[in-house]
């Protein structure tokens, strides 16, 4: 019997009507299925209904015979739980399958795999854990296949062991015009029927995803940590550059990247993988402090062994601290270290001192930020501002703050203990809410659209730490709505005074804001774009001009649309800089391009900015870590991980416009300037100016027309990703 296309994803139901009910998403039932982050959200609906966009695998079964045949039962459905046909025949799409097999041996901790390849280099050949090939697909059910596996366990293999089999999968919607799905999954099993008693789980995929957005790589298939782990092992060694891509030591020297000592030392960090393709991780800054092993060691994830890094080994530590020969003690206090069993005689998870040579002590951020690292916490004091209120805060007039300034136990600080650097206390004035930037507070103010005042200075505390301090620039006589005065502060702290391992270092106060009226209106926050908190789920504290800005509504009353970075252009001693106009830091555009970055040079764009001292800081080798379904960092059509409310979709249509020297339109218009922060490159440009007009004297941009959050090309709709 012919079957009509439509239905022949249901051959072997044989009903119609089942078909029917079963095959028809109705447009409300697919927005519930689909995110906005789908393409299958906004594609056609018969399409959609037909193909049901979307990829489950999941390995439910397996077993090892006594002669070492190796196999698997695996499922395969859409996201709602009907069979897809693997060959792609009675179902839209084939699914390609690859599987792994591997165990732990008896007193270990890491994987070996089954299945392996030799990869030959031009100086040595290695084996190395890989998926099976050559095997046999048996199809159970619909949508269940046993795969056989041709590669066999060998003779005598523990069957009392921790065995796991991984498989990958991907499903080709091309000819739909939809993008390929993927989907991985992991079934651990004793072999000789008993209870699975050891595994490997050190970190949690939702600890990666944290930066990553969905942790991916080759192609696009392989996905999470419980299935990486299966092939990168200690007996996987790349054949092109010698390194081993052991998962821990891998990961450990991808995240260290520039900070690693032999790049410092002018060396490079590359792996070379499939097709030859170099991966050179020599340039990458790990946007938290590399020191502070808790951001990827949660605590909180429920990893059987989230504590792992606190047991020291040769090979996970020398991949960051990569100077030490540990066969001659080189760069290790000149003592070698011939196996594992005795590390933790000195590096003990926590010992007395800062500094000292355990685990936590160690590994503390000397140069900035002390206080965000756990185990530098019981030596900082802390700095806590509170209970901000502003007093005479009208239009003409010089504000006055009252506020409390104490340490984390609430002792009482002393204005005269910031007095000497890098202690600092200012507070910064700025208005209105609608739009910072372009608020005049006086021919004597320099900065653009606001003004910061020192409080250390001019201001008093009481011995209870209440403190005061009254403004000596006025807010303008001509000043309307809301304004903004927020603080900012540093202390400097010395670790281990009077030894010969004495450190200074700085910790920053959590920045607060207070909002008042000026004229009697409601106080009317400014609006909210991004989220403090999604900053630090990669900047676990984000605190930049040491250490002292560290909140968003802080930052924005400085970055705001006419502020550039003129003050400090003409000090660099960088030539490039001194040669070039200034450069706008307005928030979104500066955002934008930082976590553009290494994309910028091939849309014939870059970022740099000078900063304090006339410090050179070129962000062009930012490589933003989200990841693409195909497995490539550097996605950055997520907005929410930073957006909150959606809204990246509310177009700053009346927002102040951007002062950009280095811009061909200068000043930028907002839309233009914040969505040309990613989309650098000229064409982008010329498309955004092309669609803005001068109306009644005013600059008006056309975006809404095509990308407002319900037109064919909202923001939405052009960056969804699956």
Request: glycine content about 10%; hydrophobic content about 35%; overall charge neutral.
């Amino acid at each position: 019997m012919s079957i009509p296309p439509l239905y022949g994803r249901a051959v072997k139901l044989g009903v119609i009507t089942m078909v029917a009910a079963l095959a028809v998403v109705t447009a409300g039932s697919r927005s519930r299925i689909y995110t906005p982050k789908d393409k299958a959200f906004y594609a056609d609906a018969n399409t959609v209904n037909f193909v049901r966009p979307g990829l489950v695998l999941k390995v439910f079964s397996a077993n090892i015979a006594s002669d070492g045949t190796i196999t698997a039962r695996i499922r395969i459905t859409d996201p709602q739980g009907l069979p897809l046909d693997r060959l792609g025949v009675t179902t839209p799409g084939a699914v390609s399958i690859s599987c792994v097999a591997a165990y732990i041996p008896q007193g270990q901790t890491q994987y070996t795999a089954y299945t392996t390849r030799q990869e030959v280099g031009p100086q040595r050949t290695t084996t190395q854990a890989a998926t099976d090939t050559g095997g046999t697909f048996a199809q159970t059910a619909d949508g269940e296949y046993t795969y056989t596996f041709k590669t066999k366990a060998p003779a005598g293999f523990d069957a009392s062991a921790t065995h796991s089999i991984g498989c990958q999968s991907s499903r080709t919607l091309t000819d739909f015009q939809l993008p390929n799905n993927f989907a991985s999954n992991v079934f651990t099993f004793v072999p000789n029927g008993s209870a699975v008693k050891v595994t490997r789980d050190v970190i949690k995929t939702q600890s990666c995803d944290k930066c990553h957005d969905q942790l991916s790589f080759h192609g696009g298939s392989r996905r999470g940590v419980e299935y990486c782990v299966l092939c990168h092992t200690p007996q996987t060694t790349d054949a092109q550059s010698g390194n081993t891509v052991d998962f821990p030591v891998m990961v450990h020297k991808i995240h260290m990247g520039k900070n690693l000592p032999s790049v410092i030392a002018g060396g490079k960090y590359q792996i070379v993988g499939f097709n030859n393709a170099v991966s050179d991780w020599s340039n990458v800054g790990l946007p938290s402090d590399p020191g502070n092993c808790y951001v990827c060691h949660e605590q909180t994830t429920g990893a059987a062994q989230a504590q792992a890094f606190l047991k020291p080994n040769r090979a996970a530590c020398g991949a960051c601290h990569d100077d030490v020969n540990f066969a001659t003690g080189e760069n290790h206090v000149n003592l070698p270290q011939l196996d594992d069993k005795s590390c933790t005689n000195c590096h003990m998870p926590q010992g007395d001192l800062p500094l000292d040579a355990s685990i936590l002590g160690a590994h503390i951020n000397r140069a900035s930020g002390a206080a965000i690292n756990p185990g530098m916490a019981p030596y900082v004091p802390g700095m806590v501002f509170g209970n901000l209120q502003v007093k005479n805060g009208t239009a003409g007039s010089k504000p006055t703050i009252t506020f409390t300034l104490k340490d984390s136990a609430g002792n009482p600080i002393a204005l005269a203990d910031l007095k000497t650097a890098p202690g600092r206390l200012a507070a910064i004035l700025a208005g209105p809410t609608t739009d910072y930037g372009y608020t005049n507070f006086g021919a004597d103010v320099t900065t653009g659209g606001y003004v910061s005042e020192d409080v250390v200075a001019g201001g008093s505390c009481d011995q209870s730490g209440n403190c005061q301090y009254t403004f000596t620039h006025a807010i303008p006589a001509n000043a309307k709505g809301t304004f903004s005065i927020g603080l900012e502060g540093r202390r400097g702290l010395t670790l281990l005074p009077g030894t010969t391992k004495q450190t200074t270092t700085e910790y920053g106060a959590k920045n607060v804001v207070a909002n008042f009226s000026v004229d009697g209106s409601a106080v009317m926050a400014r609006r909210q774009v991004v989220s403090i908190d999604k900053c630090n789920q990669c900047h676990t504290f984000l605190s930049v001009h040491g250490t002292n800005r560290n909140q968003i509504e802080q930052c924005v009353l400085c970055h705001n649309g006419s502020e550039t970075d003129k003050a400090f252009r003409a000090t660099t001693t960088n030539a490039a800089d001194k040669a070039t106009p200034p450069q706008s830091v307005e928030f979104a555009y500066m955002i934008h391009r930082i976590h553009t970055g290494d994309q910028l040079a091939d849309m014939g764009a870059g970022y740099s900015v000078v900063g304090f001292g006339g410090s050179h800081n070129d962000f062009s080798e930012v490589r933003y870590p989200a990841m693409s379904p195909n497995g490539q960092a550097g996605d950055r059509r997520n907005c929410a991980m930073c957006h909150v409310n959606g809204s990246e979709q509310n177009l700053p249509q009346n927002a102040n416009p951007v002062t950009n020297p280095q811009s061909p339109v200068n000043p930028t218009p907002p839309i233009t300037a914040a969505c040309t922060g990613c989309h650098a490159d000229i064409s982008a440009l010329a498309h955004a100016v092309a669609n803005t007009v001068q109306l009644g004297g005013k600059t008006v941009e056309s975006c809404n027309a095509c990308h407002s959050a319900t037109a064919d090309f909202s923001i939405a709709r052009v960056h969804a990703q699956y």
